[in-house]
């Protein structure tokens, strides 16, 4: 069975500080990939999307940038950390013959 | 975009069935329905999902209305692990082949009650 993992589970960062979040995902081949970020009682906010390694589409203008360097690999940077990057920050995948994501267990970040 | 508009908030009782309600009056012929739902500090988990047919798993069921306006989430048994935030999303496709966007909206939050 497919499986994805997220590390690590909570992250506390000063601002002005790089950051690096990883996500891969086991049992499958090919997904699609995606990171979310969800702010304190908000929604999800889709950032980064992936069909392919080295495949990046961003959806918002932001202080963040993704990475794939592997199939099953999905990685969230930043350089230097706002104070607004604190979040929960969620990877999804999706195997491109379904149409069901299936996300990871979140990382909450908290910059101060 | 179609937009989803669901109760803030909803109790129900242990063991009996929770029904959801979600509003999609500009949803569009080929876009699907799909519920999810978010426990407490945890990864949002899939739950169902339809286009226009009514479909059953072994989570819940979802009752979509037959001018597609609107759809109800069965949880025919409710219990205490039940209690989540449960969100309504109708699919938007994303620029580019190959991959779509969740829109989640604030969802309702269940309280499952003893």
């Known amino acids: 069975s497919q499986t994805i993992h997220q590390w690590p589970a909570t992250l506390v960062q000063p601002v002005g500080s790089p950051l690096s979040l990883e996500c891969t995902v086991e049992?499958?081949?090919?997904?699609?990939l995606y990171w979310y970020r969800q702010a304190a009682g908000r929604g999800l906010q889709l950032l980064f999307y992936?069909?392919?390694?080295?495949?990046i589409s961003s959806e918002v203008p932001q202080n963040l940038s993704a990475s794939r360097p592997q199939d099953r690999q999905f990685i969230l940077s930043s350089k230097k950390l706002l104070l607004s990057d604190s979040g929960f920050y969620l990877c999804?995948?999706?195997?491109?013959?379904?149409?069901?994501?299936?996300f990871g267990p979140g990382t909450r970040l908290t910059v101060l | 975009d179609a937009k989803t508009t669901q109760p803030p908030s909803m109790d129900c009782a242990e063991g009996r069935a929770a029904n959801l309600p979600c509003n999609h009056s500009?949803?569009?012929?080929?876009?699907?329905v799909y519920w999810y739902r978010q426990i407490h500090s945890q990864g949002p988990q899939y739950i169902i999902h339809?286009?226009?047919n009514n479909e059953t798993n072994e989570m819940a069921s979802l009752i979509i209305t037959e001018d597609r306006k609107s759809s109800t989430l069965i949880l025919p048994h409710a219990t205490l692990r039940d209690t989540a935030v449960y969100y309504c999303?109708?699919?938007?496709?994303?620029?580019?082949?190959?991959?779509?966007?969740?829109?989640f909206g604030k969802g309702t939050k269940l309280s499952v009650i003893p």
């Open positions: 999804a995948w999706r195997v491109a013959s379904t149409d069901t994501q299936y």
């Open positions: 049992g499958t081949s090919n997904p699609n």
């Open positions: 992936s069909v392919g390694i080295g495949q």
């Open positions: 500009t949803i569009s012929g080929n876009e699907y």
């Open positions: 339809g286009l226009k």
């Open positions: 999303i109708v699919r938007v496709a994303l620029s580019g082949a190959g991959s779509y966007q969740l829109t």
